[in-house]
C-alpha cells in the first residue's frame, strides 16, 4: 500500500484554500486504500482526519532563516525514515526550498504544487526562490491563470506541468443543504436583522485583498442611498495583519460607516454564513491563483462580484454567472452592488443556478481528486525509474 506525504507550512488557516484542498486529498487517498501522511507545522485542522487514518507529522516549518534551513534539513531526513513514503508532495517555497533536494537524493518521486503567482519574477534571486515549485517531477498548476505563468516565467518545465483546477465540493455549498436553524444561529450571534441587505466579504484581513476598496464601496452607497439598510461582513482572521486591521478599522471611524461594517474573525460553517448573503464579493487588488470565494459562491448560487483578473475570470462568465468588476475601482463596485440588489430575484436565481451548474461541471471536487490521484499513480507505475 503506497504512502503519500504532503506538506505543507501549517494547517491553522480553517478556510485557506491550500489547507482545505491538502485535507480533502488526504483523506481521499485513506479511502481509496492508500496511506496518507501530513506533515506541518500543526494548527487547529491537524487532526482533523486523524479518526480516518491520516498521520500528521509534526515539524517547525513556518519559520524560515539560515538557522532553521540546516535544522528543517537535518529533521526530516530523520522524518522521512521514519515514514517511508513513496510519494512527497510539497505545496509550499520554503519547505520546498529546504527539502527539494534530499526527497530527489532519496530517488522518491517529488509532485510541487504551483499554488500562487509569487511576487519578484523581475528580480532574478526571488525569481530563483519562486523555481523551487517547478522542481517536482510532476509539477501541478492550480488554474489556467497559474498555468500560463508558469509557462511564460519558466519555459523549462512545460512537459512537467499538469493543470488541475482547484475542486470545490458542491455537496457542502449547497444552499439546500444549510437548514433554517443554522441560519437563525447565525443571524443571532452577528445580531443581524432580517431585513438587513448583507454583503458578504470572505478573505484574510490582508491589504491585497481589496478591504480598502470595499469601504470605499461602502461609503459611496451610503451617499447614495442613505435609507439603504446594508451591512459588509468581513469574514476571515487576521493572519497576523493587525496593523492593516487598524487603518481599516480608522477608515471606517472616518468615514461614519460603524454599523455598516462587521468583522467576524473565522466562521467555522461557511455554506451558513454564504447563505444569508445578498451579495458576495471578492475584491482583490491582486489576481486570485484560483478565486475560491468566487467558486464557493457560485456553487451556493450567490450573486457574487468579483476583481476582473486572476483564476476568478475562468469561473465567472460576466452577467451569466456572476460579475466582474474593475480591480481597485470602487464606483463600479458600488454601482454593481445597487444593480445587483435591485435586480428581480427571479433574475438573481437564475444567474446562481447557472453558476452553480458551470462550477460542478469545470470545479467539482471529485474532478480535481480523480486528477490528483491518477498523477500520483503515474508515478508510482515508473517509481523502478528513481531508483536507478
Known amino acids: 500500500m503506497a504512502k503519500i506525504l504532503q506538506i505543507i507550512p501549517s494547517l491553522d488557516q480553517i478556510n485557506g484554500g491550500v ?43 513556518k519559520k524560515k532563516g539560515v538557522f532553521s534551513y540546516f535544522i528543517l534539513k537535518k529533521k526530516i531526513r530523520k522524518i522521512f525514515n521514519e515514514i517511508k513514503p513513496d510519494i512527497v ?27 500562487g503567482t509569487y511576487s519578484g519574477t523581475n528580480f532574478y534571486p526571488k525569481k530563483k526562490y519562486n523555481s523551487v515549485m517547478t522542481e517536482g517531477d ?15 516565467n519558466f519555459p523549462l ?24 436553524l443554522r441560519k437563525e444561529n447565525l443571524l443571532s450571534k ?17 491589504s491585497w485583498k481589496g478591504h480598502l476598496v470595499a469601504l470605499d464601496a461602502a461609503k459611496l452607497i451610503k451617499q447614495r442611498e442613505p ?24 477608515k471606517i471611524k472616518k468615514n461614519n460607516l460603524e454599523n455598516k461594517i462587521i468583522f467576524c474573525g473565522n466562521l467555522n460553517d461557511m455554506p451558513a454564513v454564504y447563505s444569508i448573503a445578498d451579495i ?39 452577467s451569466i454567472t456572476g460579475w466582474l468588476v474593475e480591480p481597485s475601482n470602487p ?21 446562481g443556478l447557472s453558476a452553480r451548474r458551470r462550477v460542478k461541471e469545470k470545479f467539482s471536487l471529485n474532478d480535481m481528486l480523480k486528477k490528483t490521484l491518477a498523477v500520483y499513480e503515474d508515478l508510482l507505475s515508473t517509481k523502478k525509474n528513481f531508483d536507478h
Not at 508532495?89 to 504551483?114: D, G
Not at 499538469?162 to 444549510?178: E, K, P, S, W
Not at 468581513?234 to 487598524?246: A, R
Not at 470565494?293 to 475570470?313: D, F, Q
Open 190 to 206: 452577528l445580531t443581524l436583522s432580517e431585513n438587513v441587505h448583507v454583503i458578504l466579504l470572505p478573505a484574510r484581513i490582508t
Open 280 to 318: 458576495v464579493l471578492s475584491t482583490s487588488t491582486e489576481p486570485e491563483a484560483f478565486g475560491r470565494i468566487s467558486a464557493e459562491a457560485s456553487s451556493m448560487t450567490k450573486p457574487i462580484i468579483s476583481s476582473n483578473h486572476g483564476g476568478s475570470r475562468e469561473i465567472i462568465e460576466n
Open 19 to 61: 489547507e482545505r484542498g491538502t485535507l480533502d486529498i488526504a483523506k481521499e487517498l485513506i479511502k481509496v486504500g492508500f496511506q496518507s501522511s501530513l506533515l506541518s507545522s500543526g494548527g487547529e485542522m491537524a487532526e482533523k482526519y486523524k479518526y480516518r487514518g491520516v498521520e500528521h507529522h509534526e515539524l517547525n516549518i
Open 157 to 180: 518545465t512545460k512537459s512537467k506541468l499538469v493543470q488541475i483546477n482547484r475542486g470545490i465540493d458542491t455537496q457542502y455549498f449547497d444552499l439546500n443543504a444549510v437548514t433554517e
Open 89 to 115: 508532495h510539497i505545496r509550499s517555497r520554503w519547505p520546498a526550498f529546504c527539502f527539494n533536494k534530499i526527497v530527489k537524493q532519496q530517488r522518491i518521486p517529488l509532485v510541487t504544487t504551483y499554488h
Open 138 to 152: 510532476k509539477v501541478i498548476t492550480i488554474s489556467k491563470f497559474i498555468d500560463d505563468h508558469v509557462r511564460f
Open 227 to 250: 435609507e439603504l439598510n446594508f451591512v459588509i461582513l468581513f469574514v476571515g482572521s487576521e493572519d497576523g495583519k493587525k496593523k492593516f486591521s487598524k487603518i481599516l478599522k480608522r
Open 331 to 351: 464606483e463600479q463596485l458600488a454601482e454593481k452592488i445597487l444593480d445587483v440588489l435591485n435586480l428581480s430575484q427571479e433574475k438573481k436565481d437564475s444567474i
